[in-house]
């Protein structure tokens, strides 16, 4: 359910689960690469606390960021969290090449919940997402089963340490394979104006009253690059990133977005998308970008 709030609304999942839908992900506050500390950890830490006092309510994060950077980061700027929804990620690891080799056996996913427990410095997560794919492209699911190691989830959360479960980088098969073990109360994959390969699923999770968490909603590490999307933030008075944040708030209610930035002035731009309102105009022409 889609509730109307100063920052695009908020979706509460059929699980309870409730999010405002332009979140922020804390992946950029790592170092380059996602890897060690960042340049200015202040600055990081100021950039968190604005985003909270903005009224955003959804941190999106995983320890396998810095590894464990971004964590300590979160918990140093908001603990002790007060309305603040902390989803986190396991099912992959940091290696010394700065490398993230999957790891989704049931002992090493108690060990990685274990670790964002720690690191974020709470008795229980808010909410889990299994990352299930990558392929050769880091990004895109991949076939094959995921029942061993939500399984491992689902048991956490009967112990009380996860509240909601979800699953990140996985196809529709892969949804329903969770689902049939514990209630999905998240899905986390790749979409944005240029890449819109889920649009079924995120139709079908709508209808299940389960939030679509977009990563990666101004390109990743290739930013949204779009003459058209240049073209319609300039009729607009807005940012590009703006724009296609907006976008994402209009294309679907249950579509929740996570831009990252280590920079309030980027901050800034990303919160403006929820004062937009893309016309019919607007909407046709940033249709034709997707390829």
Request: glycine content about 10%; some cysteine.
């Amino acid at each position: 359910m889609c509730a109307a709030n100063t920052l695009g609304g908020t979706f509460t999942t059929s699980e309870g689960l409730a999010l405002t839908r332009i979140g922020y992900g804390a992946m950029q506050l790592a170092g380059p690469g996602v890897w060690g500390p960042p340049a200015d950890r202040a600055e990081a830490v100021r950039v968190l606390r604005a985003a909270v006092e903005a009224g955003v309510s959804h941190i999106d994060t995983a320890d396998f960021y810095g590894p464990h950077v971004t964590n300590e980061i979160i918990r140093e700027a908001l603990a002790p969290y007060d309305g603040v929804q902390l989803i986190t990620k396991v099912g992959a690891v940091r290696d010394a090449e700065g490398g993230w080799p999957p790891q989704r056996s049931p002992k090493q996913i108690r060990e990685q919940v274990e670790s964002n427990l720690r690191t974020l410095g709470v008795e229980a997560l808010d909410g889990v997402n299994l990352r299930v794919g990558g392929g050769a492209d880091g990004h895109s699911p991949v076939s094959g089963s995921l029942a061993e190691a939500f399984g491992a989830l689902a048991e956490m959360r009967q112990e009380g340490l996860i509240k909601h479960l979800g699953v990140s980088v996985v196809d529709a098969g892969q949804v329903d394979e969770a689902q049939a073990i514990a209630p999905v109360a998240t899905v986390q994959n790749w979409y944005n104006v240029a890449h819109r390969g889920d649009e079924a699923l995120i139709a079908t999770l709508n209808e299940r009253g389960i939030a679509y968490t977009a990563f990666w909603p101004l390109g990743g590490f290739t930013p949204l690059q779009s003459t058209t999307l240049d073209d319609v933030a300039a009729r607009l008075h807005a940012s590009p990133q703006a724009v296609a944040i907006a976008w994402l708030l209009q294309r679907s209610p249950n579509i929740v977005v996570i831009p990252g930035t280590a920079h309030l002035a980027h901050l800034r731009d990303n919160l403006a998308a929820a004062e937009l309102e893309l016309s019919a105009e607007d909407l046709r022409a940033l249709d034709a970008i997707a390829g």
